[in-house]
């Protein structure tokens, strides 16, 4: 199994400008995660997606940030305009849903720099 | 009062030695219980879960559940320099999403 696959590995941008950050979750998972990661605020949920719906999208920091699931196959996650205070790591991370809780897998981050 | 707690650390035990990590929880509904290792620059990866009161073992590694006292920990026993990484632990309030603390830094001394 290939595992989450996200996309890009890495990305430098300037302030003001519109960020998109790739998921393709792990065939036969149905939750699809994206979370941030900063040294001051650790792993932080920003949205989940059961069966491509979205369930709580509460950590969304504000109206810059947004989030599809097109289909079981592929998410974004949107930024902007982007600003230097979302630079972070951004991860996906998918799982089955079922009852009584189950793993989540990660892929390997986008590292978002924004100057 | 955060979701999931645990001491930042840092943590240094002797290579050898037994590492104690420990995470508290506030929903007490929480059914699912996790533990995550992180190393330096990498993604997030599984290393046990847990789901009922008590201890659960695999190997080296024994996660610990007490609901009634909401708490969940981690040991490490025969600590190697390689076990040296960040430690989340991480709950399932409702069965879908997941929350983590913030993590316990652990450096293993040769």
């Known amino acids: 199994d290939a595992g989450v696959i996200q996309s890009p590995r890495h990305e430098v941008t300037e302030m003001g400008q519109e960020v998109t950050l790739r998921c393709k979750p792990i065939s036969g998972h149905n939750s699809l995660f994206w979370y941030r990661q900063t040294m001051m605020r650790g792993l932080e949920l920003l949205i989940y997606f059961n069966n491509n719906v979205p369930i709580d999208d509460s950590g969304m920091p504000e109206d810059r940030f947004s989030a599809k699931m097109p289909n079981a196959s592929f998410s974004t996650l949107k930024i902007q305009p982007s600003e230097p205070r979302d630079s972070a790591v951004y991860f996906c991370?998918?799982?089955?849903?079922?009852?009584?809780?189950?793993?989540?897998?990660f892929g390997n981050g986008t590292r978002l720099t924004v100057t | 009062q955060k979701e999931v707690e645990q001491n930042s650390g840092p943590l240094s035990v002797p290579e050898g030695a037994i590492a104690s990590l420990n995470c508290t929880y506030s929903d007490r509904g929480s059914q699912s219980f996790f533990w995550y290792r992180q190393y330096s620059g990498k993604s997030p990866e599984l290393i046990m879960f847990i789901y009922s009161n008590g201890d659960k073992e695999d190997g080296r590694f024994t996660a610990q559940l007490n609901k009634a006292s909401q708490y969940v920990s981690l040991l490490i026993r025969d600590s190697q320099p390689s076990d040296s990484a960040t430690y989340l632990c991480a709950v399932k309030p409702n069965n879908n999403d997941m929350r983590f603390g913030a993590g316990t830094r652990l450096t293993v001394k040769p």
């Open positions: 991370a998918s799982s089955p849903l079922m009852a009584g809780g189950s793993p989540l897998h």
